[in-house]
């Protein structure tokens, strides 16, 4: 991050008819954006979110509420427009660009990024997801798809997901960096009952058994107990802070894919912005270990990068308080009195 | 609140492809606007910041980190659009009205409206801050502007205040209506150092001992310990009920207004939608009387309108998630599992 440019944003930001630091984070954002994009007013123009789909093996032991099916289903309907990241990405007037980095089924569509590293995951309740190669292919896909849209002159990007049953390696993912006991991590995902929740649970605790992923070994633990749109959303996160873009990360699934990306590269949480506060209970949690602080609590369970997209709005605003609002100075308003 | 358009409302949202509930408060929201604007798809047009401009005597107890000029200079700087709440509603593509209730100096702008119930309140930490007619005035001021702004098309309300000292009255009426300690409902305001933290806590201890507020006469409340732009945001709120023209609460000061409201009319808290959750400490308690739940944590305190502006945005995509979402048929898209 540009130091010259944050140390000028927050002078100007002090200077501003406002008591200091009185509107949080979107002082904060502004400052952020500023050392990003080494500039003190820049501007987003091009806002895209990239959706990473995946299948994973684990839904065999009944970890979801819905059948595999669904995220094929869920795919052509982001790409006819139906989904509710469609509705929030046109709200935010931000463009969605949906990968097929690994599906059990063909998903045919004019609009679809195929780059199938493999058909969904292995079951990772009795072995690993996926090979070593895999999981970097995962990543090289994320890498890519950021690259590529960046390329195309997008200037913030959002993360999504799809892929039923990803909150199960998700959860994994965070027990492997976390102390706190596994019944505090894992969720209801889509909202399964309580029989599913145990059989998830169950089903978690035995992938880190069989597996013993180490957490000294980000890639190992993706390819382990991870999903293949994990790895593209930690992919994508890499490409973008390797080009200074900076990353509106959604919820629980593409938090999971943050902490994998901030483990290969520490210095790629520089770029992460955080958006929503998921209704699951394990996302506080990762959202600590990466140092970030969520703007929006809305309860929200749906990933698909929905809470990316609502934080769109929250960016702008951020950058309109630094250019837009007068200082004291130039609006004659008496100064703080100590 | 329209019980039907709520089921019907509630019924769509349940289709939609997502996991029911998924999208959390976004969802509560779009079932309230049924119920409010009874219809099960709303649309907002036109939407209105009312700024309540108003002072306080209790700043000469040393209260405040500002001098009480600054109400005067903030009201010319939000008729000339360089503070806050002219960047984050222009932001929304919302209006801003701005009203003199009681402001201490003459000031005169030809687009604020002038209704000077009296010039600034007397110090509450000595005696009432205005007598039980002027409270009443004050209200009314607010509910002639909330029908003004809604016959002239409004069909959503913002809160707003400004005004030197006003985190003070604001803590003394929470006081009246929660057990919890002083200490925990008194903030810093626009940022005052330890010392005259202490001086406003005395202040408030004296102006709760002195003044003898009885909590089930909340226009007693308002005219021995409150303000003149909180009765007028506490009009603006009964209002716009009066009309079943929804209203986001803005932070302390607003949600001051809003208890005042409530214990006047209970039923107005069905057209409340809270925005964000205030850096001042005693916010959350303020909700929670309320029954009200914020959906952006943003660390501010600025006050103005600026949570209620930026919280527009969400409640523009709650109406879009419900009218814009394709259902589990319309989609081919397989239902949830149990």
Redesign the interface.
Known sequence: LDEISMKKAKERLDN???????????EDLAVKMAGIKRELYPKIKNKVITIMAGDHGVVEEGV????Q??TP??I??FL?????I???A??AGAKIVCVDVGTAADVFHPDLIIKKVRRGTDNISRGPAMTREEAIKAIEVGIETAWNEIDKGADILGTGDMGIGNTTPSSAILAVYSDEPLEKLVGR?????DE?LKLKIKAINRALEINQPDPNDPIGVLSKVGGLEIGAIAGCILGAASRRIPVVIDGFISTAGAIIAAKIEPLCTNYMIASH?S?EPGHKTMLKLLGLE?????????GEG?GAA?AF??V??AL??IS???TFD?????????
Do not use: C, D, W, Y
């Not at 501003?16 to 979107?26: A, M, Q, W, Y």
């Not at 130039?330 to 100590?338: F, I, K, N, P, Y």
């Open positions: 501003l008819t406002k008591p200091r630091g009185s509107l949080g984070i979107l979801s509420a819905f059948p099916e669904v289903q869920m052509l309907n006819s427009g139906g989904a509710g469609n509705v929030l046109r709200h995902g889509t909202g399964i009952n599913r506060s209704e969520p703007m929006l609590s809305m309860r929200m369970r749906l929905t609502l709005n929250l702008e605003a309109k308080i837009e609002m007068a130039e609006a004659g308003v008496s100064g703080q009195l100590e």
